[in-house]
């Protein structure tokens, strides 16, 4: 009974330690890379600029014509959506759940990375003040769960839907 | 009774489950790199690689003053060295180990320390085209990155640089 009574504390406090986490000083940088024209590089940043007020960023740049560099010019404007603390969190509580164990045993898989014609590079960032990680993926969508990469697509699933982008042209 | 009797299976589970992920992790296909910036002249940047090739297992050194002056020369090196498996395994456990949330401190931004002895260091391991990539710097001193810095500590070892001296008391080795 006593030991019963110290796992109910011992629940109670790791429930309490996740509901007051404070990630404010969080910034979790999205960026996706393919080969397609319209959506050759996208980046998104969560972030959070006033107290309480927390924003996603997305920026869209298109695939670089060289012989013709107006392309450049023909970008969509830079986009800032303004997010709830609840997402916020909810994506930085998911992010800090990445296990570098998992993610390294899936990476020596060999026999489930895909390399084709139809690439999709993801970077993912978590950064704080003088710090950061960086995960740099390979076509996470190709056997992902062989991959130990499940975590890893559902936070990418998870701010593109934020970001009301339709996360199925990178993600199938 | 019964609670306890949950409680261990699902301990036992979880045991398991992580013993399982270990077991494919194949270091020999680890490629892990050490970055070190600083604002010294001598070894003002450094580039520790370590890798197997041909089941030779070697660490490449690059070194580079500030810049080309006769001072600084002697700390322009590029060599290679031959290291034991054992070591090199013993690192890429240690990365693996490694966890995230140790790495991110949550700090209020006035608690942080920040101080003006510039050294900015990035751990990364890469294996085929992924990678992950750890950078930190300034507030070196934090607990928090002892397990970083005993990576880094254990690279600088096998490189024969005189650490302490370049690097301060927390990446030294001898």
Same mark, same amino acid.
Request: proline share 2%; net charge positive; with cysteine.
């Given at each position: ?26 910034? +979790? ?14 980046? /998104? ?8 007020? /927390? /924003? ?61 014609? @139809? ?54 | 009774?019964?609670? +306890? ?22 270091? @020999?296909?680890?490629? +892990? ?35 080309? @002056? ?19 395994? #013993? ?5 693996? @180990? ?20 510039? +050294?900015?260091?990035?751990? #990364? ?50």
């Amino acid at each position: 009974m006593k030991l019963l009574k110290i796992l109910l504390l011992l629940l109670f406090v790791f429930v309490c330690s996740s509901c007051f986490a404070q990630y404010e000083l969080l910034q +979790i940088n999205l960026e996706i890379q393919t080969l397609k024209e319209e959506n050759n590089h996208i980046r /998104f940043s969560l972030y959070q600029e006033h107290p309480d007020t /927390f /924003f996603l960023g997305i920026k869209r740049n298109p695939a670089l014509n060289f012989k013709d560099y107006t392309t450049w010019l023909k970008r969509d404007a830079d986009t800032i959506i303004i997010i709830s603390k609840d997402n916020f969190n909810k994506i930085a509580e998911l992010s800090l759940r990445l296990s570098n164990l998992s993610i390294i045993s899936g990476m020596c898989k060999t026999d489930y990375i895909l390399i084709n014609n @139809d690439n999709v590079a993801v970077n993912f960032e978590i950064s704080e003040p003088y710090s950061k990680i960086s995960y740099n993926i390979w076509n996470p969508n190709y056997n992902t769960k062989e991959r130990n990469l499940d975590t890893f697509v559902d936070i990418c699933k998870k701010i593109l839907l934020l970001a009301e982008s339709d996360y199925k042209i990178f993600f199938r | 009774m019964q609670v +306890i009797r949950i409680l261990f299976l699902l301990l036992v589970s979880i045991i398991s489950s992580a013993q399982n992920n270990c077991e494919n992790i194949q270091y @020999d296909l680890m490629r +892990i790199n050490l970055s070190i910036k600083t604002l010294k002249n001598t070894y003002n940047t450094i580039n520790v690689d370590l890798y197997q090739q041909n089941s030779i297992y070697l660490v490449e050194l690059k070194s580079r003053p500030i810049n080309n @002056d006769a001072r600084w020369i002697k700390s322009k090196i590029d060599t290679v060295y031959v290291i034991n498996k054992n070591v090199f395994n #013993k690192i890429c456990k240690m990365f693996t @180990d490694l966890s995230l949330e140790q790495f991110l401190n949550m700090k209020e931004l006035k608690d942080l320390k920040i101080t003006n002895d510039g +050294i900015a260091c990035e751990l #990364k391991v890469s294996i085929l085209q992924n990678s992950i990539k750890y950078s930190f710097g300034w507030d070196i001193d934090e607990k928090r990155l002892e397990p970083f810095l005993d990576i880094c500590k254990e690279i600088m070892c096998l490189t024969k640089l005189n650490s302490k001296k370049n690097f301060g008391k927390r990446i030294k080795c001898y």
